[in-house]
């Protein structure tokens, strides 16, 4: 699960901030990585140029203006190979695609489970509804990052305001993983002709309490625990529908069976 672990080194060095677009930019960077590198038709027009990526790309649907966290799709105009000095840094070319053949929806879940679950469930299910509306072909993929650690400070709040969401790291889990279940309710399509619902959903669990961007960090130094990647559970293990590899080959068997 290398994306957790990258996750958790990128939070580690800077904290979280709900109003910033880094965070997701830097998760968006990661699953674009790894889809171009496991799946070797999205690797293959990547690097000839077929197809390029857009990060917090708007796209009309109807008279809605969809909002997508990761757009792959075509190329405007004829295509043209990456220069072998960018595929180790960008394995995609950055531009807005002509036709959309792939949507990522990316989320997060920090604190306040029980409320942010609901909120978080509405949003994958509305985006999968304007991904199929706008092409029943379109790979619909929705991307969750939940916290399960014992405490969360948000930048939002006062600094002494520190949402507590268990008693011990035992039942800040079990909430995480009660948090994860809401999930497999949304149905995972296994082609466009399909019932309405998700192509695939990775879910990645850490645990990060914030507390040491706190502007009062060292008052709160006895309470504050490193960033790690969470336990299975509440993790999803392999081979779960919602882990994160199922999630990259799901997107990658949907795109080669609508695409090729």
Request: hydrophobic residues 40%; charged residues 20%.
């Amino acid at each position: 699960m290398a994306i957790a672990g990258e996750l958790v080194v990128h939070l580690a060095n800077g904290g979280y901030h709900p109003r910033t677009s880094k965070h997701s930019d830097f998760q968006s960077l990661v699953i674009i990585r790894d889809l171009v590198a496991q799946c070797p038709l999205i690797g293959k027009r990547a690097a000839s140029g077929e197809i390029v990526a857009k990060l917090r790309h708007h796209q009309q649907v109807g008279h809605a203006d969809w909002v997508i966290d990761i757009a792959i799709g075509t190329c405007a105009g004829n295509a043209a190979p990456l220069p072998m000095v960018q595929l180790g840094l960008d394995p995609i070319g950055m531009a807005p695609p002509v036709i959309i053949q792939i949507a990522i929806e990316l989320k997060s879940i920090w604190t306040e489970h029980g409320k942010a679950r609901l909120n978080r469930l509405r949003d994958f299910n509305s985006f999968h509804g304007y991904a199929h509306q706008y092409s029943q072909e379109t790979v619909a993929a929705a991307f969750l990052v939940v916290n399960s650690a014992e405490r969360f400070w948000s930048p939002l709040r006062k600094d002494d305001d520190i949402t507590e969401h268990g008693k011990t790291i035992r039942t800040a889990r079990q909430l995480a993983e009660q948090t994860i279940d809401r999930f497999r309710s949304i149905h995972l399509r296994n082609s466009s002709a399909d019932v309405p619902g998700i192509e695939a959903i990775g879910v990645v669990v850490v645990e990060h309490d914030n507390l040491a961007i706190n502007p009062n960090a060292s008052k709160y130094a006895n309470l504050h625990k490193p960033t790690i990647i969470a336990p299975t559970p509440p993790n999803p293990p392999i081979g779960d529908p919602l882990h994160y590899e199922s999630m990259i080959q799901r997107i990658c068997n949907a795109y080669t069976q609508r695409f090729s």
